[in-house]
T-cell receptor, first 115, second 114 residues
Framework: DQQVKQNSPSLSVQEGRISILNCDYT??????FLWYKKYPAEGPTFLIS?????DKNEDGRFTVFLNKSAKHLSLHIVPSQPGDSAVYFC??????????????FGTGTLLAVQP | DAGVIQSPRHEVTEMGQEVTLRCKPI?????LFWYRQTMMRGLELLIY????????DSGMPEDRFSAKMPNASFSTLKIQPSEPRDSAVYFC????????????FGPGTRLLVL
């Protein structure tokens, strides 16, 4: 059972346009969410995160939105650049009594930004 | 800093053979994680250590898999005997106790079991 789901295996976007990557989760105890980017033959690298006390976090061209009632988060990339072409993983964690727990990852979405 | 180091980068072996994957975490990091990436299941956490002690190994698929962390700078993931369904990319990641949730990944080991 996938607690973190990325239902779109791939997404193609024109350079300069907005890329929207989506992620759904089922565990209501998740309170921290991260996005990682992965290029071929490399390990995932951290991109941006958001705590459940917020509904938006922005870092340059990247913005993550969190809708707790829908158990949904999205990553917006504006404007998209060819160098953004990669696999994007959504991840979530839950903190029980202040202790840090493990990250649960989705299956990833392959973003292709066309020049 | 050299980042998380994994070896070998590629491994091809025959079914039934023992496979050992190695990881050197970032110096000073307290947590070490082993993941497996497949197309169907994405990134799955296999096991993680805190201060060299295994904390959660619920993701280890079966007894053929074992992991050790004899010291703060080295960990191994062993598969014995290996099977074709173990073919995947295996990642090691580490993070600091004081660095929030962000984990830093190594480049991965691509394993092919024939």
């Amino acid at each position: 059972d996938q607690q973190v789901k990325q239902n779109s295996p791939s997404l193609s976007v024109q350079e300069g346009r907005i890329s929207i990557l989506n992620c759904d989760y089922t565990n209501s105890m998740f309170d921290y969410f991260l996005w990682y980017k992965k290029y071929p033959a490399e390990g995932p690298t951290f991109l941006i995160s958001i705590s459940s006390i917020k509904d938006k976090n922005e870092d340059g061209r990247f913005t993550v939105f969190l809708n707790k009632s829908a158990k949904h988060l999205s990553l917006h990339i504006v404007p998209s650049q060819p160098g953004d072409s990669a696999v994007y993983f959504c991840a979530a964690s839950a903190h029980y009594g202040g202790a840090t727990n493990k990250l649960i990852f989705g299956t990833g979405t392959l973003l292709a930004v066309q020049p | 800093d050299a980042g998380v180091i994994q070896s070998p980068r590629h491994e091809v072996t025959e079914m039934g053979q023992e496979v050992t994957l190695r990881c050197k975490p970032i110096s000073g990091h307290d947590y070490l994680f082993w993941y497996r990436q497949t197309m169907m299941r994405g990134l799955e956490l296999l096991i993680y250590f805190n201060n060299n002690v295994p904390i959660d190994d619920s993701g280890m698929p079966e007894d053929r898999f074992s992991a050790k962390m004899p010291n703060a700078s080295f960990s191994t993931l062993k598969i014995q005997p290996s099977e074709p369904r173990d073919s995947a990319v295996y990642f090691c990641a580490s993070r600091s106790r004081t660095g929030g949730e962000t984990q830093y990944f190594g480049p991965g080991t691509r394993l092919l079991v024939l």
